[in-house]
């Protein structure tokens, strides 16, 4: 089946740095990529939609600026989050959907922001 | 506004017996219909979908039925083991196509006892 790789699966920055979170599709090509948060014991949030060579398209509230998505292949997608706060510690999901899978989910990131 | 809900945080069911977990969503432009389980520090796994050109979807141990005039879904378990204790999100999609952004509901942890 469909397989799409996350990484990094866990990761500690200091205040102010930025983290890149990559996610790939290693068996098919996305059409669309989709990103997520979780905050503790809460649902998953869309971030943001990114498809192949176009801007992504950023859910209400959340900062375009402060969260820069490339999706520059049909396989490959990054989040980075910029000058990272503790407030941005949360657990980071991508998911790539496509005609022939649907959706298909990484296995997520954990972020924490010291 | 929440879309899609699930209004029990949290179901405790024995071993052997059907697990029955509800949701139910507000927007008719909801077309397509999907239950992911999740456990901690991991990403959602995707479960059972549904169209909502069909009233019911079955898969093994799992069924899920939609009464799409009540915007009404579940998910049927049946017989539960304590392998399925996990978080269960339904999530809706469609605005047209079945390939659009996913909505979450906010969960349901499910436990089942040995």
């Known amino acids: 089946g469909a397989v799409v790789s996350q990484h990094p699966s866990r990761v500690i920055c200091k205040s102010g740095t930025s983290v890149k979170i990559e996610c790939r599709s290693l068996?098919?090509?996305?059409?669309?990529m989709f990103w997520y948060r979780q905050f503790p014991k809460q649902s998953l949030m869309l971030m943001a939609t990114s498809n192949e060579g176009s801007k992504a398209t950023y859910e209400q509230g959340v900062e375009k600026d402060k969260f820069l998505i490339n999706h520059a292949s049909l396989t490959l997608s990054t989040l980075t989050v910029t000058s990272a706060h503790p407030e941005d510690s949360s657990f980071y999901i991508c998911?790539?959907?496509?005609?022939?899978?649907?959706?298909?989910f990484g296995s997520g990131t954990r972020l924490t922001v010291v | 506004d929440q879309q899609v809900k699930q209004n029990s945080p949290s179901l405790s069911v024995q071993e052997g017996r059907i697990s029955i977990l509800n949701c139910d969503y507000t927007?008719?432009?909801?077309?397509?219909f999907l239950w992911y389980k999740k456990y901690p520090a991991e990403g959602p796994t995707f479960l059972i979908s549904i169209s909502s050109i069909k009233d019911k979807n079955e898969d093994g141990r799992f069924t899920v039925f939609l009464n799409k005039s009540a915007k009404h879904l579940s998910l049927h378990i049946v017989p539960s083991q304590p392998g399925d204790s996990a978080v269960y999100f339904c999530a809706a999609s469609g605005l047209g196509t079945s390939y659009d952004k996913v909505i979450f509901g906010p969960g349901t942890s499910l436990s089942v006892i040995p």
């Open positions: 068996d098919f090509q996305a059409t669309t």
């Open positions: 927007n008719s432009m909801f077309d397509y």
């Open positions: 998911s790539a959907s496509s005609t022939a899978y649907g959706y298909t």
